[in-house]
């Protein structure tokens, strides 16, 4: 590919929604990452994906994790979003969220969120697509977060 630039505007003109995607470790430290990446697979069995890049601070936790959890953001959670974007230790602090029985920690006030068993990882150039079948899921009727042309937007 001659010109990253150019590829990754074109792939910014997908609108997507936003999610954060979380998990914890034996010692129970969380962890979390923006994620646009998000795609629903199949329904019988339940299965959705994301993509974390190898650079990412958290891959090992990902890569390890057996359970994680999908909190898939309303419009009034950019701030989250910006939060879980970047690379800092304590990265919950400030949060409102709480932890489920897997330990996974789930964002308040999400649009919706699902609990993943992790399925597969398939190692996918500077990617690894992580599969994961859910085990429950909730959601509401809130306004989504969304991403479009490298900024947020909300539904008119
Ligand atoms: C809207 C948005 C979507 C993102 N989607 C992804 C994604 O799908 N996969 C990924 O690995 N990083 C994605 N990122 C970047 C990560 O959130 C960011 O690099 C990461 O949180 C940095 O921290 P870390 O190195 O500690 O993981 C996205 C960032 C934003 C703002």
Not at 70 to 92: M, P, R, V
Request: aromatic share 10%; charged share 15%; proline share 3%.
């Amino acid at each position: 590919m001659q010109d990253l630039k150019k590829f990754r505007q074109c792939l910014s003109k997908f609108a997507t929604g936003v999610t954060v995607v979380t998990c914890s470790n034996e010692r129970g430290d969380c962890f979390g990452i923006t994620a646009n990446s998000f795609s629903s697979v199949s329904l019988e069995p339940p299965l959705v994906l994301w993509n974390i890049a190898k650079v990412s601070n958290s891959l090992q936790e990902f890569l390890q994790t057996k359970h994680f959890g999908i909190n898939i953001l309303t419009a009034q959670q950019k701030k989250e979003s910006q939060t879980f974007a970047k690379s800092e230790h304590n990265i919950f602090n400030g949060i409102d969220y709480s932890v489920n029985e897997h330990n996974i920690p789930l964002l308040n006030n999400t649009l919706a969120h699902l609990i993943c068993r992790t399925h597969a990882i398939h190692e996918c150039g500077d990617h690894y697509i992580i599969v994961g079948e859910v085990t429950a899921y909730q959601s509401s009727d809130a306004q989504p977060l969304l991403f479009f042309d490298g900024s947020y937007q909300a539904i008119q």
